[in-house]
């Protein structure tokens, strides 16, 4: 494994666990973040011994939002020129599930961040909210298309014109997060759920992955179809025999991911 020095990646018996480790800055988003997360997110996405990332933040943030300091000279002409920020979209276009395990502020970038990822848990402490209205700008990472997408247009509108912060349960009750948990509990409830996809098969989650994030891209028609298809190609699979012959037998399946 690649050495980083803003975050922290381990790999784990089925699972890997990536921690953003700038506590004293409440985790905010660099370049240099970007490049090391979304390198060790590759890194572990091409590890067949690897079959979900959990994402999570050291201290009491999980991401602040990108780095406000890095960010405050930046010029039109420079950020777009280098596209800045576009490389965020490598971790979207990883295959396999990423949980993000949300400890604390998940604020603008951190926000989008943890939006970008498949399962969202929420600790009773964390704090959502896409404030860069305050700083004279928008969401740039996926805030105003991924949350209107995530819990509609009167809350995106809501939390993106004003600014403000919700807590977990909102978070849960809106559709942003999917459970809500104690903070102690909140690191083995995403190991637990890392666990149970340990227990699938690899191909099954990318093929659900990959027909559940085609929603947010076509129409029902279309989607439907993808889906079908993908069913069918699920019938080549040694997993899909295995599993339903498992099924038949009353026995638990042995997936190979193949
Ligand atoms: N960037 C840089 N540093 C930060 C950030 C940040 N986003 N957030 C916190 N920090 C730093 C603080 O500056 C402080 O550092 P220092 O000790 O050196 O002064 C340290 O973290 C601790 O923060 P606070 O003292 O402010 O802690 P509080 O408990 O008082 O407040 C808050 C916590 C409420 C979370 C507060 O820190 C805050 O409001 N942070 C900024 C939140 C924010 O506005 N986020 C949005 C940023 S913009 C964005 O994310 C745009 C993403 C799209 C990019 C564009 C792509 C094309």
Redesign the pocket.
Known sequence: MTEFSTILAEKHDGYALITLNRP???N??NLEVMTELTAAAAEFDADPEVKSIVITGAGR?FA??????E?KDLTFSK?YEAD??AGWQDLASVRKPIIAAVNG?A????C?LAMMCDILIASEKAKFGQ??I??G?L???GGSQRLTRAIGKAKAMDLCLTGRFIGAEEAERSGLAARVVAPEALMDEAVSIAGVIAGKSRIASALVKEAVNLAFETTLDQGLRFERRLFHASLATADQKEGMAAFVEKRDPQFTDS
């Not at 602040?64 to 300091?69: P, S, V």
């Not at 604020?107 to 951190?110: A, H, K, M, P, T």
């Open positions: 004293e800055a409440l905010a988003l943030a602040a939002g990108a780095d406000i300091k960010m950020a800045w920020f502020f604020l603008g970038g951190g989008e404030p860069e305050n700083l700008v969401p740039g990472m």
